[in-house]
């Protein structure tokens, strides 16, 4: 697996994840995903496709931090599953 298909693998595995949750959630330009919880735009979230993070607002709703938290943990244990296959077909 090259690192590109890597990178692709786990951002197909995060908006699988959204969808299970059924989390709304557009593709915006420069390979940043907006997350949308709730009605306020203050709830909403991005993430970045290209380096695998979530980034909110401090203030953003209980709910909408809980999610961003849970997409944290589930983005670490597949990107550590990802490089630890990455790095055995070396």
Request: charged share 40%; proline share 0%.
């Given at each position: 697996m090259t690192?590109?298909?890597m990178?692709?693998?786990?951002?197909k595995q995060v908006y699988n994840w959204l969808n299970e949750r059924n989390i709304q959630f557009e593709l915006e330009m420069?390979?940043?995903v907006t997350v949308m919880v709730g009605e306020s735009?203050?709830?909403?979230?991005?993430y970045h496709q290209t380096h695998h993070t979530v980034c909110g607002l401090n203030w953003a709703s209980d709910e909408s931090q809980s999610i961003m938290s849970e997409l944290e943990k589930y983005i670490?244990?597949?990107?550590n599953m990802h490089m630890w296959e990455f790095a055995q077909s070396k």
């Open positions: 690192k590109k298909e990178h692709s693998a786990i951002n420069g390979g940043r735009s203050d709830d909403w979230f991005d670490d244990v597949i990107w």
